[in-house]
Antibody, heavy 120, light 111 residues
Framework: EVQLQQSGAELVKPGASVKLSCTAS????????MHWVKQRPEQGLEWIGR????????KYDPKFQGKATITADTSSNTAYLQLSSLTSEDTAVYYC?????????????WGAGTTVTVSS | DIVLTQSPASLAVSLGQRATISCRAS??????????MHWYQQKPGQPPKLLIY???NLESGIPARFSGSGSRTDFTLTINPVEADDVATYYC?????????FGSGTKLEIK
């Protein structure tokens, strides 16, 4: 079965950084793009960016440049999202999602989400 | 960035009736003969679920009650007939240009 398993909830202090993980099973992340999406409480969805795990190339929404860093480890079939200099604006659920195949440009498999709470 | 305007923000539909959700893009999302507009359903506490890809293609396992139409800047998601399990928020998403963007969502309730 194709699945994305995300890491557990995080409670972090303002100014700190956090690294979230997304481990794939049932497929090889090298075969497609992996994406990250943000959803603030009771708000809509925001695309953060994507990575091509085959070569490490990334693309971000400019809004998240400097805030988010997406990486991948093909040996563990895992994608990562690092968020830096956290503020209350970063309190949200973060989803990883699989692009169906290179160039499909839509998300057919989603992780359950990781809740990040920024609070002192 | 391509802005997606969804309407209505919420709607209440009786069981067995039709629900229609609109998504208008600030510029065309068509390229290479495809419309890069997709629809997702999100229930509380769950991740989004793909319903329709490239404007009108029904995702595997999704009931045929769901359908999508449109091209260029105007797109529609139709649910007919609405069932109780369809209570959720629905989002459109464009991927014709980076950055990918989502609509603000339409909350469907049962009347």
């Amino acid at each position: 079965e194709v699945q994305l398993q995300q890491s557990g909830a995080e409670l972090v202090k303002p100014g700190a950084s956090v690294k979230l993980s997304c481990t794939a099973s049932g497929f090889n992340i090298k075969d497609t793009y992996m994406h990250w999406v943000k959803q603030r409480p009771e708000q809509g969805l925001e695309w953060i960016g994507r990575i091509d795990p085959a070569n490490g190339n990334t693309k971000y929404d400019p809004k998240f440049q400097g805030k988010a860093t997406i990486t991948a480890d093909t040996s563990s079939n895992t994608a990562y999202l690092q968020l830096s200099s956290l503020t209350s604006e970063d309190t949200a659920v973060y989803y990883c999602a699989r692009e169906r195949g290179y160039g499909s440009r839509y998300f057919d498999v989603w992780g359950a989400g990781t809740t990040v709470t920024v609070s002192s | 960035d391509i802005v997606l305007t969804q309407s209505p923000a919420s709607l209440a539909v009786s069981l067995g009736q039709r629900a229609t959700i609109s998504c208008r893009a600030s510029e065309s999302v068509d390229s290479y003969g495809n419309s890069f507009m997709h629809w997702y359903q999100q229930k509380p506490g769950q991740p989004p679920k793909l319903l329709i890809y490239r404007a009108s293609n029904l995702e595997s396992g999704i009931p045929a009650r769901f359908s999508g139409s449109g091209s260029r800047t105007d797109f529609t998601l139709t649910i007919n007939p609405v069932e109780a399990d369809d209570v959720a928020t629905y989002y459109c998403q464009q991927s014709n240009e980076d950055p990918f963007t989502f609509g603000s969502g339409t909350k469907l309730e049962i009347k």
